[in-house]
């Protein structure tokens, strides 16, 4: 028997291979960082951050930071959870005891974002494990379930994942209006988004050459896939092409976000997302090998035997699609009186928020909604004598003008990005500047492996300063003369030459 041209098995089916593979990615790409990050003799060591915590807030801590390294932040227990979540993303993807994978995938992710601090604060991060969570309600259950035997997901958690969709697209073009940022108004903001993004790709200098003109029509056009094209995902069944049109056009705009810069598993995750709306009809043309057969009666026998459970997942997925409404209307609130706009009191809505925080799973999204105009950059450079000084270079960030901005992604270098924002307020991200100075200074190796090749020869720098440049791409012309793809003029230095004793 064919299936009918409403169900999402096969949607289903592929939306949590894709998660799996997307947790597969984060997890490994934590796992060459993590040690350096937040290990023993890392940056922001998470031994001594939840010693921190304790101190502070006892017990209360316990809730408010959950996490399973509570119990052991070793470097060998960091490895290890790493190393959990790699291979429970392999049993995902093959589509084993998806529910209970599913729930210690969720568990081990919000365990490392705790304990990662800023390094793990990304929207990608809380994204996923929003996404994750509410894929334990979405998955089959049984530990092996299979195309032909499995129940279809119900109605109410196949709309949760469509509201978290729909949620991250429009608010991702709601908040660029509601924030009051003038280059979203004018659309102009694009004319700087490819030059000041945090780990630009090569694309984005030739993305950046083209004329004003087609840089206002290409924000225009992303307000409208963004405003408008969300709203069809919740088009009835009759309007099915609407929904098919909405992820054509939404799936552009995360090809165009992936292929301009290097934003970690962001873009494979709403792809993820956006698919969830071709319904199994549309699948099988372009999956056809998938089994078509049904056995009616094992599908029927799940149906009746999971009926509580049933009852369970709906009341939940009731409950988290109101938390999401508060969410949402929250953000746009937060970014209206920021600009000192008219808006709702959601003050009411706080603390039952708060009492959810906690678990990262419930989140507001607004990605660029105010566009940096300009590009700082903080430098690292060493000497022996404090005379002659060269340069200690991240591997994938902006460094000599000569290198060519290359394609990371999706692997997601946490140094690398945190020194995107700390160029922006380098005082306020002094807490971790600081300690990164000090393991480079002692050549600590975990930490050392994040930056790139050193220049040093065998140990470490004498000395070591932060000179704060600005940088932009190069023209046509000026590449064309110097061969380089950036322009970069000193700003200051923002410290004196330091040694170790200085720092301790």
């Known amino acids: 028997m064919a299936t009918h041209p409403s169900s999402y098995l096969l949607s289903r089916w592929i939306f949590l291979r894709l998660l799996g593979l997307t947790y597969l990615i984060a997890f490994a790409s934590l796992a060459t960082q993590v040690i350096g990050l937040i290990g023993a003799q890392g940056i922001l060591p998470a031994a001594d951050y939840f010693d921190r915590l304790f101190d502070t807030f006892g017990t209360q801590a316990y809730r408010d930071y959950p996490s399973l390294l509570w119990l052991s932040s070793s470097d060998l227990t960091l490895r290890v959870l790493c190393g959990v979540g790699i291979a429970l993303s392999g049993l995902l993807v093959a589509g084993v005891a998806p529910r209970v994978v599913l729930a210690l995938l969720w568990a081990s992710y919000l365990s490392l974002t705790i304990a990662g601090q800023t390094f793990l604060a990304f929207q990608w991060d809380t994204l996923l494990l929003e996404t994750g969570l509410l894929a334990c309600f979405y998955a089959p259950s049984g530990w092996r379930p299979t195309l032909t035997t499995e129940a279809a997901p119900a109605p109410v958690t196949r709309w949760l994942i469509w509201w978290l969709l729909f949620r991250l697209m429009f608010l991702s073009g709601i908040t660029k209006l509601a924030s009051g940022d003038p280059t979203w108004a004018n659309l102009t903001a694009l004319t700087y988004h490819y030059q000041t993004q945090p780990l630009p790709l090569w694309t984005g200098w030739y993305m950046h050459q083209l004329p004003a003109w087609v840089h206002q029509a290409s924000a225009a056009s992303m307000f409208v896939v963004e405003l408008l094209l969300p709203w069809m995902v919740f088009a009835p069944p009759r309007c099915r092409r609407w929904r098919l049109s909405a992820c054509a056009g939404l799936l552009l705009l995360q090809v165009m976000i992936g292929v301009t810069g290097n934003y970690g598993f962001f873009s494979l995750l709403s792809v993820a997302l956006c698919l969830t709306v071709v319904d199994d009809r549309g699948w099988r043309r372009l999956l056809p090998f998938l089994p078509v057969e049904r056995d009616e009666s094992q599908a029927g026998a799940r149906q009746v035997g999971g009926r509580w459970r049933r009852a369970l997942v709906a009341t939940a997925a009731v409950a988290l699609f109101g ?135 065998d140990g470490p720098p004498r000395y070591l300063r932060l000179a704060h440049y600005d940088y932009r791409y190069t023209t046509w012309s000026e590449r064309a003369e110097r061969g380089a793809w950036w322009h970069r003029e000193l700003i200051d230095y923002l410290t004196e030459p330091l040694s170790l004793a200085d720092l301790r």
């Open 323 to 457: 938390l999401g409404g508060l969410t949402f209307a929250g953000e746009i609130t937060r970014d209206l009186q920021r600009s000192g706009r008219p808006s709702l009191d959601l003050s009411w809505s706080e603390p039952i928020l708060e009492w959810v925080r906690p678990l990262r799973s419930v989140n507001g999204y607004g990605l660029f909604r105010v566009m940096t105009r300009e590009r700082p950059e903080l430098v690292i450079e060493g000497s022996a004598d404090g005379v002659v000084w060269t340069e200690w270079d991240l591997r994938w960030k902006p460094g000599a003008p000569t290198r060519r901005p290359r394609l990371v992604a999706p692997h997601q270098p946490r140094l690398d990005w945190q020194f995107w924002f700390a160029a922006l307020d380098p005082r306020g991200d002094s807490y971790w500047l600081s300690p990164l100075l000090v393991r480079l200074f002692e050549g600590e190796p975990s930490v050392t492996a994040l930056m790139g090749e050193t220049p040093f020869g």
